[in-house]
């Protein structure tokens, strides 16, 4: 378990650059270890720093730095090693809030693949994602999913991958499943265990009723003290292959 005392300085927040820099110079032989990415690369990437009570309090000396990335580094990092083989060239995130998930996985599978196209969309201007935007060329669509302009541009081309993050909500988390149903290989969602996104839990638990087991991963591990601090349950990545 993470402690404040490993030795993991995080990355001023917004420092884009830095962040970029530690992803594109770590050996890959890391990269492909789950436990350096927990340990030690997502952490000093920075986590986000709203809705602490969801984070374990080790990891607190990291939120609010870096990219902001909304994720538990227990998760996060089992699913970037399991995309990290899948030959992804085309990314679609729907809902990328400060840009931190985003950008990482973009620079992560960019180290195995040779990512072509990047989408990140969200109703909300993130400098963070500005800045990533203006240094890698990446396409940054500010327009809501469920409009019929963002669908459009979810069925402008076929997504390698494309990952479910935006309106919480059944009907609006459905409603962009449906959207990219037929115009992606791999869907991913997250908060698909989170005892305070029920839509998402509602949509995943539909999905693992229809779409055979060897076509789909979850990556759900949970911090013990946040579950017995609070009786519940938080985020989680899940993803269906379509291939």
Known sequence: MLTSSVDVEPIALGRVDLVLSEIRQAPLEKLRDPLWL?????????????????????????????????????????????????QIKTYLEIGCRHGGTFIITVEYLKRFNPVQIACAMDIENSEIMREYKKESGVAYALVSSLS?????????????????????????????????????????????????????????????????????????????NVTTRTRQKFLGMGVVDFS
């Open 148 to 224: 019929e302009e963002g669908k459009r541009l979810i069925r402008s081309m076929r997504w390698d991958l494309a990952l479910i993050d935006g309106d919480h909500e059944y009907v609006a988390c459905s409603t962009d499943y449906e959207t990219v149903r037929d115009h992606a290989r791999l869907i991913a969602l997250h908060d698909i265990v989170s005892d305070v996104c029920p839509g998402v839990r509602q949509l995943w638990g539909e999905l693992k009723r229809v779409v055979p087991v060897l076509r789909r991963e979850e990556f759900v591990d949970q911090y013990e």
């Open 38 to 86: 927990q340990y030690h690369l997502l952490p000093r990437l920075g986590l986000n720093g709203e809705l602490l009570n969801e984070f374990p309090e080790e990891l607190y000396p990291w939120c609010g730095f870096g990219v902001r990335s909304w994720q538990y580094p227990s998760q996060f990092s089992k699913y970037l090693v399991s995309l990290s083989g899948k």
